[in-house]
């Protein structure tokens, strides 16, 4: 059974100006998201900012959600690291708090060779009983990408590795995935500007970053996706293209930051080293906020 079928929020984590997180404004951006339909909410992911965030911070962050949510919705946890040690004490600790998954990327600075990659996530695997999705997405991990062979090994090789968050932008990658797979592997977008693509292809659904700030509207592109209403999901994928650009005009989360906090939905703090959107970009995305509805 799937974690979760749909859109799933990648859900920046809310900052005060002093750069502590914000927990009132956290509580408020969940209900924001579960009041608008959102089929599961990924917590302490890159959207996140997980990699600025203490050990403790972080698993107050994973506990706090789950507590938020209160089984509302399914709530997945980023819990990887390019520390196999740490990963493991991450996820164990994301399942004491009662996740019903964990996203776990790729090693990266260190990087690992597929070899690597397959002992590294079994030993998470065999760690923790909760659901584990895995990440991959080379441009954030130095180039390292997890094969399909190994993706579909690990899949049948450790009943708790049900599928991966894809951000490969490699579609004939992708469709080998598919196929070798043959239905074992649950497979999500990274990608908001591909997500009926990828669902043509047989994916379960998108770990969206738009949907921060337009829940309901990702939401009803998988939706309509599945209930066969193919043309009308494909015109809001493509309504939402212009967003999305300006969504990743910077380095993500900065833009969707800034658009939150646009929409008075929690303030735009960012944790160094990232840095306050340029003006000419946040001027487009507010256009494109507009544009889209938003504003």
């Not at 089984?71 to 708090?97: D, F, H, I, M, W």
């Not at 590294?120 to 080379?138: E, G, R, S, T």
């Not at 009926?196 to 998108?206: D, N």
């Amino acid at each position: 059974m799937s974690v979760f079928t749909g859109a799933g929020t990648a859900i920046i984590t809310p900052m005060k100006a002093n750069g502590e997180v914000d927990y009132e404004a956290f509580a408020k951006l969940i209900e924001f998201q579960i009041e608008n339909n959102i089929d599961a909410i990924i917590v302490c992911g890159t959207t996140g900012e997980a990699s600025t965030l203490s050990h403790e911070e972080h698993l107050e962050c994973i506990r706090f959600c789950v507590k938020q949510v209160a089984g509302r919705v399914p709530v997945v946890a980023g819990t990887g690291s390019n520390c196999t040690e740490t990963a493991v004490y991450l996820s164990q600790e994301a399942e004491k708090a009662g996740v019903d998954g964990l996203l776990v990327v790729t090693p990266y600075y260190n990087k690992a060779t597929q070899k690597g990659l397959k002992e590294h996530f079994a030993i998470i695997a065999d760690a923790v009983k909760v659901p584990i999705i895995l990440y991959n997405i080379p441009g954030r991990t130095g180039g390292v990408n997890i094969n399909p062979d190994t993706i579909v090994a690990l899949c049948n090789e450790h009943e708790n590795i049900v599928g991966v968050k894809d951000a490969t932008d490699n579609f004939s990658q992708l469709a080998r995935l598919m196929a070798l797979a043959n239905g074992k592997v649950d497979v999500y977008s990274g990608n908001d500007n591909q997500i009926v693509p990828m669902l043509s292809l047989g994916a379960k659904g998108v770990i969206s970053v738009l949907s921060n700030i337009a829940p309901q509207q990702t939401h009803d592109i998988c939706a309509n996706y599945f209930e066969g209403n193919v043309t009308e999901s494909a015109r809001l994928q493509l309504q939402a293209i212009s967003l999305v650009d300006s969504l990743f005009c910077e380095v993500n989360p900065i833009p969707v930051k800034k658009a939150a906090e646009l929409m008075g939905i929690c303030g735009g703090t960012l944790r160094r080293p990232l840095t306050e959107m340029e003006p000419a970009n946040a001027a487009r995305l507010e256009k494109d906020m507009k544009a889209y509805g938003l504003l």
